[in-house]
Nanobody, 118 residues
Framework: QVQLVESGGGLVQAGGSLRLSCAAS????????MGWYRQAPGKQRELVAV???????NYADSVKGRFTISRDNDKNTVYLQMNSLKPEDTDVYLC????????????WGQGTRVTVSS
């Protein structure tokens, strides 16, 4: 089991920055990848950024060059630095931890809301 707690969302003007944090606890050593997704009401959840245990990262095309995922292993925390924010980045952002054993297990945080005003 993995528990995830996000923080750092809020209201920001277009062009501004926010940093999201996701603190993990539980079976941390089993985690293969951690990432951030976002979801708007009535829409499908979409990948924003992901980092695997080998530090390989992957980003959605819409955020490349603006968002950066990183982690602090000592704090068991993953971050999403979001720069040059746009109104279309407004969403609920959810932290994900994935464990791949015989099956794939996905754990989710409660979500943090990001609102970008124009």
């Amino acid at each position: 089991q993995v528990q995830l707690v996000e923080s750092g969302g809020g209201l920001v003007q277009a062009g501004g920055s926010l940093r999201l944090s996701c603190a993990a606890s539980g079976s941390i050593s089993s985690i293969n990848a951690m990432g951030w997704y976002r979801q708007a009401p009535g829409k499908q959840r979409e990948l924003v950024a992901v980092m695997d245990s080998g530090d390989t990262t992957n980003y959605a095309d819409s955020v490349k060059g603006r968002f950066t995922i990183s982690r602090d292993n000592d704090k068991n925390t993953v971050y999403l630095q979001m720069n040059s924010l746009k109104p279309e980045d407004t969403d609920v952002y959810l932290c994900n931890a994935r464990i791949v054993a015989r099956l794939r297990y996905d754990y989710w945080g409660q979500g943090t809301r990001v609102t970008v005003s124009s």
